[in-house]
């Protein structure tokens, strides 16, 4: 069987002003963006084949592939930032 794979559109990083930086929402501090796929589902035959799958790009830390959020050092604040 041919497996057909589906992805589906990165979101675009916004632009950051120069007080902002990407952190690790793992504790690794200012990191950089990454791309990461993720199976958001897949269909298997009785025998365990894979016959389609879907998967997702999304945005995660270079370092660790966390989750990112976005830090203001300026205010001190964060902000989450999901994909």
């Known amino acids: 069987m041919t ?3 589906r ?3 990165l ?3 916004p632009a950051l002003p120069p007080t902002q930086r990407w952190r690790c929402d793992g504790g690794c501090g200012e990191t950089l963006p ?7 589902g ?3 035959s009785p025998e365990g084949d ?8 999304v945005w995660r830390s270079a ?4 989750r990112l959020f976005i830090f203001d050092h300026a205010t001190g604040s964060s ?4 994909d």
């Open 79 to 82: 902000t989450d930032w999901s």
């Open 63 to 66: 370092c660790c592939g966390q």
């Open 11 to 13: 979101k675009p990083l």
């Open 34 to 40: 990454g791309v990461d796929q993720i199976e958001r």
């Open 7 to 9: 992805a589906y559109a």
């Open 50 to 57: 894979v016959i389609s799958s879907t998967k997702m790009a």
């Open 3 to 5: 497996d057909i794979v």
């Open 42 to 44: 897949s269909e298997t």
